[in-house]
């Protein structure tokens, strides 16, 4: 199994930058964190989970939502098998939970369905 906690979430004003952590441990069918291609997604209250981003499994293919496209980069660092979203001129419309997942190919992909382990989640409020 692979267990993922996030971390860096907080309150911040719009305009205002936060930056990400997920740090993986454990394995799934051998494979470990840096074979896999990770994401992030968010649930803002009353909607649905949305992605938000996603890494293949070497960092070198990167997928954007449409609205975070250069305001948010998604990175990874595979010797500390830590997944980061750092995040600039956030608006309010940013606010929500933001998990990290972890996805069961080396391929970057936007469906969740893809992404077989989830962390807890962390609170993300942008006011304004």
């Known amino acids: 199994q692979v267990q993922l906690d996030e971390s860096g979430g907080g309150l911040v004003q719009a305009g205002g930058s936060l930056r990400l952590s997920c740090t993986a441990s454990?394995?799934?069918?051998?494979?470990?964190?840096?074979?896999?291609?990770m994401g992030w997604f968010r649930q803002a209250p009353g909607k649905e989970r949305e992605f938000v981003a996603a890494i293949n499994w070497d960092g070198g293919n990167t997928v954007y939502l449409d609205s975070v496209k250069g305001r948010f980069t998604i990175s990874r660092n595979n010797a500390e098998n830590t997944l980061y979203l750092q995040m600039s001129r956030l608006k309010p419309e940013d606010t929500a939970v933001y998990y990290c997942a972890a996805s069961r190919t080396s391929w970057v992909t936007s469906r969740p369905n893809e992404y077989p382990y989830w962390g807890q989640g962390t609170q993300v409020t942008v006011s304004s």
């Open positions: 454990g394995r799934t069918s051998g494979r470990t964190f840096s074979t896999l291609a």
